[in-house]
């Protein structure tokens, strides 16, 4: 289970209205064509990722410093952290070629989640850390927010009372400590490291939406992450421009 930074301010809004949502389009920077944003769901997988040797030592993602380097002016994304998204949508087009998931969801959650590592001032380390840590609001059963007491003596989250999500991609510690992995090769299964959250994520959202090329995978993945329909919209939102090259 996964929750927003600003769960407070969410409010559920049914699939019907979903997928009635109308294509948008963005105006481009100083007078440029204006960029359409494709309707429907799945997002598109974005651009094409060079083949890397995803077992490489080390942090792996690195080998996607060109590609990353090409883009994160027109998305608004960081090198490092787009060279997370795509590795990890590397490392499950290997691992799971089934499930076919785009370095673009994984971009859409975390834009949303923690503006890519960067909510309230956090930023990025070239190993993937993010510092500092980003913490959801206490779980506490409050307004729009489920009730989860600590599952963890606040080892992770920093609370001993509620549990919090925890990261860029926002995981609580009890999925956390069954869906973590370490990406960025240091040894650590670290939910505040870019990397490891990134293929983190990927790895839930296979595991819960199966073909994430279909339109009932992809909105069965997103609803497991996160169960409302407005959520998966912004998710959608984002993505879908991400894969037009843009900027939501």
Same mark, same amino acid.
């Given at each position: 289970m996964m929750e927003r930074v600003n769960s407070r301010k969410r409010r559920a809004v049914g699939w019907a209205a979903l997928v009635t949502v109308a294509g948008v389009t963005l105006a481009g920077c100083g007078g440029a064509p204006r960029v359409a @944003?494709?309707?429907g @769901?799945? *997002?598109? &997988?974005?651009?094409a990722? *060079? /083949? =890397?040797?995803?077992? /490489? *030592?080390?942090? %792996? /993602?690195?080998q996607l410093r060109g590609? %990353?380097?090409e883009q994160p002016d027109a998305l608004g994304i960081g090198t490092l952290a787009l060279e997370a998204y795509g590795y990890a949508a590397a490392v499950m087009a290997q691992s799971r070629p089934d499930c076919g998931i785009g370095w673009t969801t994984v971009a859409g959650i975390a834009g949303v989640e923690s503006r890519h590592g960067t909510y309230r001032g956090s930023s990025? %380390?070239? +190993?993937g850390t993010v510092s500092p840590p980003i913490r959801g609001i206490p779980l506490d059963g409050g307004p729009g927010v489920a009730? =989860? *007491? +600590?599952t963890d003596g606040g080892a992770r989250d920093g609370d001993a009372v509620h549990d919090r999500a925890m990261g860029p991609l926002q995981f609580i510690p009890e999925t956390w400590q069954r869906w973590g992995v370490d990406a960025n090769g240091d040894g650590v299964? +670290? &939910? +505040?490291n870019i990397d490891d959250a990134a293929l983190t994520a990927a790895r839930y959202l296979c595991a819960r939406g199966g073909d994430l090329t279909t339109a009932d995978g992809w909105q069965r993945a997103l609803m497991a992450y996160n169960l409302s329909g407005e959520y998966l919209s912004d998710v959608r939102d984002r993505a879908a421009a991400y894969s037009v090259g843009t900027r939501p």
């Amino acid at each position: 289970m996964m929750e927003r930074v600003n769960s407070r301010k969410r409010r559920a809004v049914g699939w019907a209205a979903l997928v009635t949502v109308a294509g948008v389009t963005l105006a481009g920077c100083g007078g440029a064509p204006r960029v359409a @944003i494709p309707e429907g @769901i799945p *997002p598109g &997988p974005g651009a094409a990722l *060079p /083949a =890397i040797d995803v077992d /490489a *030592p080390g942090r %792996a /993602a690195e080998q996607l410093r060109g590609w %990353a380097e090409e883009q994160p002016d027109a998305l608004g994304i960081g090198t490092l952290a787009l060279e997370a998204y795509g590795y990890a949508a590397a490392v499950m087009a290997q691992s799971r070629p089934d499930c076919g998931i785009g370095w673009t969801t994984v971009a859409g959650i975390a834009g949303v989640e923690s503006r890519h590592g960067t909510y309230r001032g956090s930023s990025v %380390a070239p +190993d993937g850390t993010v510092s500092p840590p980003i913490r959801g609001i206490p779980l506490d059963g409050g307004p729009g927010v489920a009730e =989860i *007491p +600590d599952t963890d003596g606040g080892a992770r989250d920093g609370d001993a009372v509620h549990d919090r999500a925890m990261g860029p991609l926002q995981f609580i510690p009890e999925t956390w400590q069954r869906w973590g992995v370490d990406a960025n090769g240091d040894g650590v299964v +670290d &939910p +505040d490291n870019i990397d490891d959250a990134a293929l983190t994520a990927a790895r839930y959202l296979c595991a819960r939406g199966g073909d994430l090329t279909t339109a009932d995978g992809w909105q069965r993945a997103l609803m497991a992450y996160n169960l409302s329909g407005e959520y998966l919209s912004d998710v959608r939102d984002r993505a879908a421009a991400y894969s037009v090259g843009t900027r939501p």
